[in-house]
């Protein structure tokens, strides 16, 4: 089931690079009608009146997760349970879990040992090429702003231009990729 997944996320991702989602679908062997069809599987299998919890229908579609790492959020303790996914060597899929087992983030982060991009200027902010967490860090403060939709985040940030011009950014993200920037002043 981690092909389909994987179609999963670049449905979502589609709506925003479609030429890199298809590219991405076409490197799985999959056409669009297969990944058509997988996003409709597991969107009747989150909406149905039996559905597990969150947590167990990962733990169901992804098997055991690679790692679960302890995770301290203010003054709560849970767990972020990983899982490699082919398509994204670089990146682990984690879902945040919460003490009572409720999902409480489900995103793609950059794998333990993996090298981070180095992001010094606003043409470095490219499709696919960065996470939230370090866009975030890149450039700071950056500040979230909500989605359009449970798997997707935004962050306005103020990034430089190679020659060192200050841009107030919106940066989207699905699944904790970046998608697409806008420069807003």
Do not use: I, K
């Amino acid at each position: 089931m981690d092909l389909d997944f994987q179609l999963v996320l670049l449905r979502r991702m589609a709506d925003h690079n479609p030429d890199l989602a298809d590219e991405a679908r076409r490197r799985l062997g999959a056409s669009a009608a297969d990944m058509r069809e997988a996003n409709r599987r597991w969107q009747a299998m989150v909406r149905s009146p039996r559905a597990r919890g969150a947590a167990s229908r990962y733990r169901s579609v992804l098997g055991e997760p690679e790692s679960v790492l302890p995770r301290r959020l203010g003054d709560v303790d849970c767990e972020a349970r990983r899982w490699a996914l082919p398509l994204w060597p670089g990146l682990r899929f984690e879902v945040l879990v919460g003490p009572d087992g409720g999902v409480w983030n489900e995103w793609l982060v950059r794998a333990p040992g993996a090298p981070a991009p180095r992001l010094r200027a606003l043409e470095d902010l490219t499709p696919w090429s960065c996470t939230v967490d370090e866009a975030a860090r890149a450039f700071p403060p950056a500040r979230p702003l909500e989605g359009t939709a449970p798997t997707r985040w935004g962050l306005a940030l103020t990034a430089p231009d190679r020659e060192g011009v200050l841009h107030e950014v919106v940066a989207e993200f699905t699944w904790g990729l970046l998608q697409r920037t806008a420069v807003v002043a």
